[in-house]
């Protein structure tokens, strides 16, 4: 098959594609001692916008079309440093928002290496709102890390998405306390979103009017397990799972007791 030269058009919308989804290796404004960038606040998230959607769990191609939100609440290999040093790959995606990348933070780890996580998903956050993609700020950190996470949130932010864990419902408490202390400084109240952590997480997201996400990982394992009782010739009752053959020999027994019951009673009145 002939070579084709690409169209002139071809070329300029090639160019303009690279040009947009292109991100700098750069710095940005800071305001603190550590040079973490600080966040735009106009350019924080308005809304949780759905689908709320995890990266790395979707096809590399899947597109989002302006809407939605990606998270990265999943094993950080799934975007470790190549995120950082390739932003664009969000930006391939196409959502409105995004949660700050999660790079794990844990009461034992190190100071030094901390402060780096920090500036990693500072800094991708930064260079996307620059590419007109709002912001959640992550605040699912251990402990140790409460305050230094908020390097570069600007007072008054108000926008925020953590984790949620049946087993840490006290964590989560005291990270909507401390979003609605944020939002406070703007005279707002806080747009917090609870990705997962079940009933209880949920529960409390309803007392304090914040956002609760299903993660779609339990609604597909949900699907799985729904498909494989149908497999299995079963059906699920809310306390345990029955097989619909011993269900009908039960159905079975109980119609023959009825009989035996109705001939009992007929024989009693005989004899009397």
């Known amino acids: ?37 600080d966040l735009r606040a106009d350019m924080q998230a ?10 790395g769990e979707q096809a590399r191609t899947f597109q ?18 190549s995120l950082y040093e390739h932003p664009e790959k969000i930006l391939k995606h196409n959502p409105r928002n995004i949660v700050e990348p999660n790079y794990s933070l844990f009461n034992e780890t190190p100071a030094a290496f901390g402060l780096r996580e920090i500036y990693k998903k ?4 930064r260079a996307l709102q620059e590419k007109g993609i709002r912001i959640f700020v992550d605040l699912n950190v251990a402990q140790k890390w409460y305050k230094l996470n908020f390097l ?13 864990y049946s087993d840490r419902i006290q964590a989560l408490e005291f990270e909507y306390r401390i979003a609605e202390a944020s939002a406070a400084l703007s005279g707002s109240r806080p747009l917090f979103v609870c990705y997962g952590g079940g009933r209880k997480c949920k529960d409390f997201c309803r007392e304090v009017h914040a956002v609760y996400v299903t993660p ?29 053959k011993a269900i009908e020999a039960q159905q079975e027994r109980l ?3 009825q ?8 024989n009693r009145i005989e004899n009397e």
Request: aromatic share 14%; with cysteine.
């Open 46 to 55: 308005e809304v949780c916008d759905i689908p709320f959607v995890c990266f």
């Open 216 to 244: 779609i990982v339990s609604i597909k394992k949900k699907e799985k397990a729904w498909e494989q009782l149908k497999k299995d010739d079963c059906i699920l009752f809310m306390d345990g799972d029955f097989s619909l």
């Open 255 to 257: 119609r023959l007791n």
């Open 122 to 125: 500072r800094f991708i956050a």
């Open 152 to 164: 570069g949130v600007p007072a008054g932010w108000r926008s925020f998405c953590t984790r949620g």
């Open 1 to 37: 098959m002939p070579f084709k030269l690409p169209s002139y058009e071809q070329i300029i919308t090639e160019a303009k594609q690279a040009q947009e989804s292109y991100v700098p290796d750069c710095l940005f404004p800071t305001s603190n001692d550590w040079e973490i960038p």
């Open 259 to 266: 009989v035996q019951d109705f001939v009992n009673h007929l």
């Open 64 to 81: 989002m079309n302006g809407c939605g939100t990606l998270h990265f609440y999943t094993d950080d290999y799934r975007y470790g440093n």
